[in-house]
């Protein structure tokens, strides 16, 4: 003889389906963390490369201010001795941040009342602008003096013969090159480089 049916059956009490429902659960929130832990990885990332995209874009103003140094306008030490404003040159040091940035290239009036007038070097495909300063490290314009400017001596001869040896070595004054380079996002980058001359 066999068991009615009904009597064989045990009630379910539905644990086993609130067990999965808690895994689930958990298994969802565990997969939001992972895709917003990825999203900020690759935010961070995306930045960092614009980041030096950006450094490399305002290495081209420190360029454009060696050449006018070098082989340009401002190649003659007697056009060095004032100011050339339309070369976005200053014969005396520049007042600066506590960082030591120019303060004309972090705010665009002082720019502008200071009379700099080299237009900025603008890249239409990347959105960058670069805006250059170079500064004499001098307190003030004229000849170049030793007691009031940054100088470096140049190195001294060493000619084997006492006779073909230079007596002193030439003093040179030091300049600034500031850059800021501004990138599609507002993002803004400074670096700067000194040379002798």
């Not at 958990?26 to 450094?55: C, E, H, P, W, Y």
């Not at 603008?122 to 007691?147: F, K, N, P």
């Amino acid at each position: 003889m066999s068991a009615p049916a009904g009597a064989l059956r045990r009630p379910q009490a539905g644990v086993a389906l609130i067990i999965v429902l808690i895994a689930l659960t958990i298994l969802l929130i565990s997969a939001v963390a992972l895709v917003r832990s990825l999203d900020t990885s690759m935010l961070q990332a995306g930045n960092l490369a614009f980041k030096r995209d950006l450094k490399n874009e305002a290495e081209r103003g420190v360029q454009v201010a060696v050449k006018l140094l070098s082989t340009g306008e401002l190649a003659a030490e007697s056009a060095r001795n004032s100011d050339a404003r339309t070369h976005n040159y200053s014969a005396s040091r520049l007042p600066s941040s506590d960082q030591g940035i120019p303060m004309v290239l972090l705010d665009d009036a002082l720019f502008d009342t200071a009379g700099m007038r080299a237009a900025d070097i603008s890249d239409e495909d990347t959105g960058v602008t670069v805006r250059y300063v170079i500064d004499r490290q001098c307190l003030g314009a004229g000849d170049m003096s030793t007691t009031a400017c940054a100088t470096v001596s140049g190195k001294s001869d060493e000619a084997h013969d006492s006779r073909f040896r230079q007596v002193k070595a030439q003093v040179r004054p030091v300049y600034r090159i500031s850059v800021r380079a501004v990138g599609p996002r507002n993002t803004q980058v400074f670096i700067q480089t000194t040379v002798v001359r």
